[in-house]
């Protein structure tokens, strides 16, 4: 199984980003897939997870109403628009997928980790 992310990169404040994640070696149908992230000297942070169907979503309070996750099953490739980003959402941004959606925050709960891809926000 292999998580692909990309997307990331330098902004201003204030500024928008999209972060792709695609899945592939074996089949996702019922898994649940989304995002974490790192900062330098910080614990993992929950971000957002979204069911298989795309129909029920969960965000991280730092996040919601900026952030929106999305998914494209034909594409086995989920989606995480960041708008009006803040220099505290600089990391490194984690895709991960679990079988079955729930909405959980724990690191343990997730079966599969992308490589990160790094955000960074300027002020």
């Known amino acids: 199984v292999q998580l692909q992310a990309s997307g990331g990169g330098l902004v201003q404040a204030g500024g928008s980003l999209r972060l792709s994640c695609a899945a592939s070696?074996?089949?996702?149908?019922?898994?649940?897939m989304g995002w974490f992230r790192q900062a330098p000297g910080k614990e993992r942070e929950f971000v957002a997870v979204?069911?298989?169907?795309?129909?029920?979503?969960y965000y991280a309070d730092s996040v919601k109403g900026r952030f929106t996750i999305s998914r494209d099953n034909a594409k086995i490739t989920v989606y995480l628009q960041m708008n009006s980003l803040k220099p505290e959402d600089t990391a490194a941004y984690y895709c991960?997928?679990?079988?079955?959606?729930?909405?959980?925050?724990?690191?343990?709960?997730?079966?599969?980790w992308g490589q990160g891809t790094q955000v960074t926000v300027s002020s």
């Open positions: 070696g074996r089949t996702f149908s019922s898994y649940a």
């Open positions: 991960v997928a679990r079988r079955g959606y729930i909405r959980t925050m724990q690191v343990g709960e997730y079966d599969y």
């Open positions: 979204i069911s298989w169907s795309g129909g029920s979503t």
